[in-house]
């Protein structure tokens, strides 16, 4: 009986120093939550091929002899969140010729058609002058959890 009661104590203590001995798996470090953040979206007029000679007015302009139309897009971040990333057209309608015309518009090297007019951490303004073929647009941005 005795051997079984040191048996039992010497696997018991075997146990209790391999569990003791196996690092911590638990991370010391905060992971910060984010995810994208869309705005309501705006459906662009159809400008294809519309000729550009004569209109020229608050809302409406040429650039490199195509015609556009000025939006205003607007993304905020929800309570408890603040924005991280930069803030970006996103293309909502996935029919062939909004993308034709999305990728055409060409909004991240466009930056006299598209640029931020007003931002904080919650919330962002962008003016984006689009043409072509119509599609449904809207502003994006990261956002990280306060």
């Known amino acids: 009986m005795k051997n079984h009661k040191v048996t039992a ?6 146990i209790s120093g391999t569990i003791i001995s196996f690092p911590s ?3 010391d470090s905060k992971t910060q ?7 309501p979206s705006v459906t662009t007029d159809n400008l294809h091929n519309s000729p550009c ?3 020229h007015t608050t809302d409406y302009g040429c650039y490199a002899n ?6 205003t897009l ?8 603040h924005f991280t ?5 996103n293309l909502v309608s996935q029919d062939q010729d909004a993308k034709d015309g999305f990728t055409w518009n060409n909004f991240p090297g466009a930056h006299d058609r598209f640029f931020i007019t007003q931002q904080n951490p919650n919330s962002i303004v962008a003016t984006c ?4 073929h119509p599609m449904e647009i809207n502003l994006a941005c990261e956002a990280t959890q306060n």
């Open 9 to 14: 104590l010497l696997i018991v203590l075997l």
């Open 25 to 27: 798996f638990k991370s």
């Open 33 to 39: 939550d984010s995810q994208i953040c869309y705005g």
């Open 53 to 55: 000679a004569g209109v």
């Open 66 to 71: 195509s015609l556009f139309k000025k939006y």
């Open 74 to 81: 607007t993304v905020s971040a929800p309570a408890g969140w």
């Open 85 to 89: 990333g930069q803030p970006y057209v």
């Open 129 to 132: 002058w689009a043409g072509s």
